[in-house]
């Protein structure tokens, strides 16, 4: 059974910092890419880090970049990201996202997997 489990969402102060975790089970979680998405109400989910099957290559939303930080520990099946210098404007739900595509014999099978989401907001 395919599990994807964000937490560590919360209320912090415009400034301070936030380390969201990603637990992940039921899959071959060092073939997949894996990424942190964000949404607010009425806005499309937007990708915010990105880091590649199995690691060591990672890419940022420019609205997040020198903030923002996306890490992954494929023998424990997880993937954080760290949030530095929190604004306001990062006020989302964030979701983990595990994805890949596959070709085999002709056929190309996406794979995508999300969790639930784990509410950020940055106030006073």
């Known amino acids: 059974q395919v599990q994807v489990v964000e937490s560590g969402g919360g209320l912090v102060q415009p400034g301070g910092s936030l380390r969201l975790s990603c637990a992940a089970s039921?899959?071959?979680?060092?073939?997949?890419?894996m990424r942190w998405y964000r949404q607010t109400p009425g806005k499309e989910r937007e990708l915010v880090a990105h880091s590649t099957s199995p690691g060591g290559v990672t890419a940022y939303a420019e609205s997040v970049k020198g903030r923002f930080t996306i890490s992954r520990d494929n023998a424990k099946k997880m993937v954080y990201l760290h949030i530095n210098t929190l604004k306001p404007e990062d006020t989302a739900v964030y979701y983990c996202n595990a994805h890949r595509i596959t070709a085999t014999e002709g056929h190309i099978v996406e794979s995508d997997y999300w969790g639930q989401g784990t509410q950020v907001t940055v106030s006073l």
């Open positions: 039921g899959f071959a979680f060092s073939r997949y890419d």
